[in-house]
C-alpha cells in the first residue's frame, strides 16, 4: 500500500512536470527549458542528500549514470513532443510506451501478482490507452513526426526508470543525484554544440525550473517505490501520469476530454484499486 501510495504520488509529480514543461517549450527551444529544468532537478536532489543520504557504489554510479543518460534524452523527447501538441493525445502514448518496458522487466525478474493484480494491471494499461483517445477530428490527429517523438520519449522514460530500478536498495538518492549530473551536463554540452541553432528566445525561467523541480520529486517518490513494492505495479501506476497532464491542458489550455478519456479515467480508478489490493 506504501508502493501504490508512492507510486500516485509520482504519477501526479510527473503529469504536472510534463505539462509546465511542454508550455515551456513553447516559448524557447526544447534545449533551453531542459537547460533550466536539469539544473533544477539536481539542485533539489543534494538539497535531499543530507535528510536521505547517499551511497555512492560503483553499481550505485553506474545505473545513476545510465539512467542519466536517459533523462536526458527523455526530457528533450517529451517537452518538444508536448511543445507539437496536442497533449492530451501524445502524453498518454508516451507513457504507454514507458509503462511496457518495466513492467516487462519486473515480470521476467520472478515478480507476481495476485489475481486483483493480474486483472488490475493490463486494466490499468487500457486507461492509459483509453486516456489517449481523441475526438477523430483532424485538429485532434498528432503528425507523424509529434507520433515518433512520442514513441522516443516513452522508451528514453522506460529505460530511465529501470535504471534507477537496478540500483542498490541502500545507495539513498546516489543515483538520483549522479543521473541528474549526467543529464544536465548531457545537457549543456549538447546547448552548446548546437547553440546557434537556439534562437534568441528566452526560455520561461519559473515554468522550466518548476518543471524540474517536479520532475526530481517524481523520480525520488518513484525510486522510493520500487524499492519497496514490485516494479511491474509501481511501473504501471506510475504510468497513469497523463491524467494529471490531461487535466491540467483542460483547465489551462481548455484542450477537450472526450468521452473515451472519460472511461479512460474511470478506468485508471478501478484499476488502482484492483492494484492496492494486491
Same mark, same amino acid.
Given at each position: 500500500m506504501i508502493a501504490l501510495l508512492l507510486a500516485l504520488g509520482s504519477s501526479l509529480a510527473y503529469g504536472c512536470a510534463d505539462f509546465l514543461g511542454g508550455l515551456g517549450a513553447r516559448k524557447a527551444h526544447v534545449l533551453r527549458t531542459v537547460m533550466v529544468a536539469a539544473p533544477a532537478s539536481l539542485a533539489v536532489e543534494l538539497l535531499l542528500w543530507p535528510f536521505l543520504g547517499a551511497s555512492f557504489s560503483s553499481a550505485a554510479v553506474g545505473w545513476g549514470a545510465a539512467s542519466g543518460v536517459a533523462s536526458a534524452a527523455a526530457f528533450a523527447l517529451? %517537452?518538444?513532443? !508536448?511543445?507539437?501538441?496536442?497533449?492530451?493525445?501524445?502524453?498518454?502514448?508516451?507513457?504507454?510506451?514507458?509503462?511496457?518496458?518495466?513492467?516487462?522487466?519486473?515480470?521476467?525478474?520472478?515478480?507476481?501478482?495476485?489475481?486483483?493484480? !493480474?486483472v488490475g494491471l493490463p486494466l490499468a494499461l487500457i486507461a492509459v490507452v483509453l486516456v489517449s483517445a481523441g475526438s477523430g477530428a483532424a485538429s485532434s490527429r498528432p503528425s507523424r513526426t509529434a507520433l515518433l517523438l512520442a514513441f522516443g520519449a516513452g522508451a528514453a522514460i522506460a529505460l530511465q526508470l529501470v535504471c534507477l530500478h537496478q540500483a542498490p536498495s541502500d545507495s539513498g538518492v546516489a543515483p538520483l543525484i549522479v543521473g541528474r549530473a549526467?543529464?544536465?551536463?548531457?545537457?549543456?554540452?549538447?546547448?552548446?554544440?548546437?547553440?546557434?541553432?537556439?534562437?534568441?528566445?528566452?526560455?520561461? %525561467?519559473?515554468?522550466?525550473?518548476?518543471?524540474?523541480?517536479?520532475?526530481?520529486?517524481?523520480?525520488?517518490?518513484?525510486?522510493?517505490?520500487?524499492r519497496s513494492g514490485d516494479l511491474a505495479v509501481v511501473a504501471v501506476i506510475t504510468?497513469? %501520469?497523463?491524467?494529471?497532464?490531461? !487535466?491540467?491542458?483542460?483547465?489551462?489550455l481548455a484542450e477537450r476530454i472526450h468521452r473515451g478519456q472519460l472511461v479512460g479515467l474511470g478506468t485508471a480508478a478501478v484499476a488502482v484499486g484492483l492494484l492496492a489490493l494486491t
Amino acid at each position: 500500500m506504501i508502493a501504490l501510495l508512492l507510486a500516485l504520488g509520482s504519477s501526479l509529480a510527473y503529469g504536472c512536470a510534463d505539462f509546465l514543461g511542454g508550455l515551456g517549450a513553447r516559448k524557447a527551444h526544447v534545449l533551453r527549458t531542459v537547460m533550466v529544468a536539469a539544473p533544477a532537478s539536481l539542485a533539489v536532489e543534494l538539497l535531499l542528500w543530507p535528510f536521505l543520504g547517499a551511497s555512492f557504489s560503483s553499481a550505485a554510479v553506474g545505473w545513476g549514470a545510465a539512467s542519466g543518460v536517459a533523462s536526458a534524452a527523455a526530457f528533450a523527447l517529451l %517537452y518538444k513532443t !508536448l511543445a507539437i501538441g496536442p497533449m492530451n493525445v501524445l502524453s498518454p502514448v508516451t507513457a504507454l510506451v514507458s509503462a511496457a518496458l518495466p513492467v516487462s522487466v519486473g515480470l521476467l525478474q520472478g515478480e507476481h501478482l495476485a489475481t486483483a493484480g !493480474l486483472v488490475g494491471l493490463p486494466l490499468a494499461l487500457i486507461a492509459v490507452v483509453l486516456v489517449s483517445a481523441g475526438s477523430g477530428a483532424a485538429s485532434s490527429r498528432p503528425s507523424r513526426t509529434a507520433l515518433l517523438l512520442a514513441f522516443g520519449a516513452g522508451a528514453a522514460i522506460a529505460l530511465q526508470l529501470v535504471c534507477l530500478h537496478q540500483a542498490p536498495s541502500d545507495s539513498g538518492v546516489a543515483p538520483l543525484i549522479v543521473g541528474r549530473a549526467v543529464s544536465s551536463a548531457v545537457t549543456l554540452g549538447a546547448a552548446a554544440v548546437l547553440h546557434r541553432r537556439l534562437g534568441a528566445e528566452k526560455p520561461a %525561467y519559473g515554468i522550466s525550473a518548476a518543471a524540474g523541480v517536479l520532475d526530481s520529486i517524481a523520480n525520488l517518490l518513484f525510486l522510493l517505490a520500487a524499492r519497496s513494492g514490485d516494479l511491474a505495479v509501481v511501473a504501471v501506476i506510475t504510468a497513469l %501520469y497523463p491524467v494529471g497532464t490531461v !487535466l491540467l491542458a483542460r483547465g489551462v489550455l481548455a484542450e477537450r476530454i472526450h468521452r473515451g478519456q472519460l472511461v479512460g479515467l474511470g478506468t485508471a480508478a478501478v484499476a488502482v484499486g484492483l492494484l492496492a489490493l494486491t
